[in-house]
């Protein structure tokens, strides 16, 4: 069965500090994965997308890498700012006609000013 | 561009009810997706659109959920009878031929 983990579950720290968000997957035949950025009362924003074929991609102060051997993803973000407060839901995608997309459960992030 | 655009954004009804839910993607994307998120956990997949034809209802409960997307725009996603454990957050997201895929703010339903 494929499943999508997450850990933490709930993460807190003070503003500025580095942070890592951890993602596994069960199914290392992976097509992509997805990482989601989820504000109270609203839906999911896309803010990564890794192909299979790569191992890591930024944008901004966000890095996302992919190892498919391990089953793992992570989440990095540099220097954290209140405004990261959010939840952070992975993805993973196994193509095929669907493509459809199976999430974990999620990292709830506070980041404290 | 305009993005995702779901109504109503919140429904409370008892049990046993009908409600109904639309979704209108982001112009030119084929492919429209309904998801059931509940608290506490990620979205699942209830039904995925390829234009007006279903590509995968595998987690749909049939026999009180029914979803349409006819002519291949506008979605409804519908329940009847509701029951208690059909609380939760149902997410519209839609996607052209690029693999990103584009949410909705959601709507928030409860029944009591």
């Known amino acids: 069965k494929q499943e999508v983990t997450q850990i933490p579950a709930a993460l807190s720290v003070p503003e500025g500090e580095n942070l890592v968000l951890n993602c596994s997957f069960t199914?290392?035949?992976?097509?992509?994965l997805q990482w989601f950025r989820q504000d109270p009362g609203k839906g999911l924003t896309s803010l990564l997308l890794?192909?299979?074929?790569?191992r890591e991609q930024t944008s901004g102060r966000l890095n996302a890498s992919l190892d498919k051997s391990s089953g793992r993803s992570t989440l990095y973000i540099a220097a954290s700012q209140p405004g990261d407060s959010a939840t952070y839901l992975c993805?993973?995608?196994?193509?095929?006609?669907?493509?459809?997309?199976?999430f974990g459960t999620g990292t709830l992030l506070a980041v404290q000013p | 561009e305009a993005g995702v655009a779901q109504s109503p954004r919140y429904k409370i009804i008892e049990k046993r009810q009908s409600v109904a839910f639309w979704c209108n993607p982001i112009s030119g994307h084929a492919t429209l997706y309904w998801y059931q998120q509940i608290l506490g956990q990620g979205p699942k997949l209830l039904i995925q659109?390829?234009?007006?034809?279903?590509?995968?209802d595998s987690q749909l409960p049939k026999d009180r959920f029914s979803a349409e997307r006819l002519k291949g725009v506008d979605s409804t996603l519908k329940i009847q009878p509701a029951k208690l454990e059909d609380s939760a957050v149902y997410l519209c997201a839609s996607r052209s031929t690029k693999e990103t895929q584009y949410f909705g703010p959601g709507t928030r339903l409860l029944v009591l």
């Open positions: 659109f390829q234009n007006n034809g279903v590509v995968d």
């Open positions: 993805a993973a995608s196994y193509g095929g006609a669907t493509n459809k997309l199976i």
């Open positions: 890794i192909q299979s074929s790569q």
């Open positions: 199914d290392s035949a992976i097509y992509n």
